[in-house]
């Protein structure tokens, strides 16, 4: 008789060499490492979890604090088997904009109506996961071969894209310095070796700042760094809560967004299985089930809606590390962000130009990964059904190609992600739905030459 899977893994203390061994899900490193990997988990998500809630009216500070706990719960609920950061997700910006009149300046004065679309939303993403926990896989794996899944793990990078680009395309000097950001992260990248290596996006940007103080600080070129925010901020604060307001035309925009998640966190998760070459889809419900649960805990306190991020799955591409561990790390140090005014305004104090340039690095990443799913299982480009797939997938994505039905918009991810599905579905009738479980996304060439 089969012995029953426990819930967690039998963690075990990583025995490899950094320069050349992957940490692996199951694997730990000592805590002197994994504190600084988990610190730069923290900074990857710290700029867009911090831009959404700005976008949508919500207090940033509290949203830092909720994805810690909701980063940690989720560890919890899958079993310490998906290795993700749970991030503030842009996903609802537009519905949540609909539902509350929020012009996009100040605190939202609405907000109450947006928490109440937002738990509801989460309890169907849920509910979602729970009906993949019990039916199993199979028909994910069907709609989900390595035709579709390389086109959706690329359409996460280039649709995030356009947004990167413009945000560090204010000034010539902001651009030079997101060029300047890259450079510091390629060389850490390519001419160190062991635990430096791994920290190339931490150290790359503690380099960029520093070049970046002197350029304007001292020399006086671009726009200096405002430190006076640091000495006003107190050193220990609660941020304020907020209670959900349900209202039936808030939550009828707000809701469907989980279909929206449900076809984002796909593609995150199979980047995740091409990366770590471990089938995770038998953890899909389970993940599905932790975000949607966390999306409505978050919301019911006046968080934004949560999702796995693309950021920190390009951190993972780059330092190879994939041990869950670390994330519980990170996630402490977002409540010890959330719980402290003075540490988040020293983070805040990094510049768009710096967070821009390390952006386009991470969402590259990304992209090369789902080409390298194509090159790994060998998808046949010369048959005229495969190459509509991609070719429609990818510039609907990159180009944010967006379908409504009726007030709902699914987005450019998600427009994309379904006409993929879609399209193989059509053309290639499961003809080409081969092994579900995409080939290991070897990123030897950036990180290890």
């Known amino acids: ?11 075990k203390p990583y025995q490899g060499n950094l320069d050349t061994t992957p940490v692996q899900i199951d694997e730990y490193l000592p805590a002197g490492k994994s504190i600084v990997l988990g610190l730069q988990h923290a900074f990857a998500m710290f700029g867009a979890t911090v831009l959404a809630p700005l976008l949508m009216g919500f207090d940033p500070n509290l949203t830092i604090l909720i994805t810690g706990i909701g980063t940690i719960l989720f560890f919890l609920i899958t079993g310490g088997r998906m290795p993700s950061y749970l991030g503030s997700s842009f996903a609802f910006i537009g519905a949540v904009a609909a539902a509350t009149g929020y012009a996009g300046a100040g605190s939202n004065p609405n907000i109450a109506l947006a928490l109440g679309g937002t738990m509801v939303c989460g309890l169907i993403y849920a509910g979602i996961g729970l009906i993949v926990m019990k039916t199993g896989t199979r028909w994910i794996e069907k709609l989900m071969p390595p035709i579709v899944t390389g086109a959706i793990v690329m359409i996460i990078g280039l649709n995030l894209a356009p947004v990167t680009i413009k945000s560090v395309s204010a000034s ?13 992260i390629s060389v850490v990248a390519v001419f160190t070796r062991g635990m430096v290596r791994r920290l190339l996006l931490l150290l790359g940007l503690v380099a960029a700042y520093f070049i970046y103080f002197l350029m304007t600080n001292v020399m006086g070129f671009g726009t200096p760094i405002n430190f006076s925010i640091i000495s006003d901020a107190a050193w220990i604060g609660l941020p304020t809560l907020h209670s959900p307001v349900f209202n039936a035309n808030a939550i009828l925009l707000i809701a469907p967004v989980a279909l929206i998640l449900v076809a984002e966190n796909l593609g995150h998760f199979k980047a995740v299985s091409g990366m770590t070459g471990k089938n995770l889809d038998p953890y899909m419900g389970r993940a599905f089930f932790a975000d949607g649960i966390c999306t409505s805990m978050s919301a019911s306190v006046g968080g934004t809606g949560m999702t796995t991020y693309a950021e920190n799955i390009g951190v993972m591409a780059v330092t190879k590390v994939y041990s869950t561990t670390i994330f519980v790390v990170a996630g402490l140090f977002a409540i010890l962000l959330g719980l402290s005014p003075k540490f988040g305004a020293v983070i805040s104090t990094i510049p768009v130009a710096l967070l821009g340039g390390a952006s386009i690095m991470v969402f590259g990443l990304i992209t090369v990964a789902g080409a390298k799913i194509w090159i790994d299982n060998k998808i ?11 070719a429609v997938s990818l510039i609907m994505g990159a180009g944010n190609f967006s379908l409504k039905i009726g007030i709902f918009d699914l987005g450019g991810i998600g427009t994309a992600t379904l006409a993929a599905i879609v399209l193989n579905l059509f053309l290639n009738r499961g003809e080409d739905a081969t092994s579900p479980v995409p080939a290991r996304v070897d990123t030897e060439s950036v990180t290890h030459p």
């Open 380 to 390: 046949d480009f010369s048959k005229n059904s495969t190459l509509i797939i991609a």
């Open 172 to 184: 010539s000097f902001d651009t030079w310095m997101a060029v300047v950001t890259i450079i510091c």
């Open 1 to 11: 008789m089969q012995k029953k899977e426990s819930w967690f893994p039998e963690f």
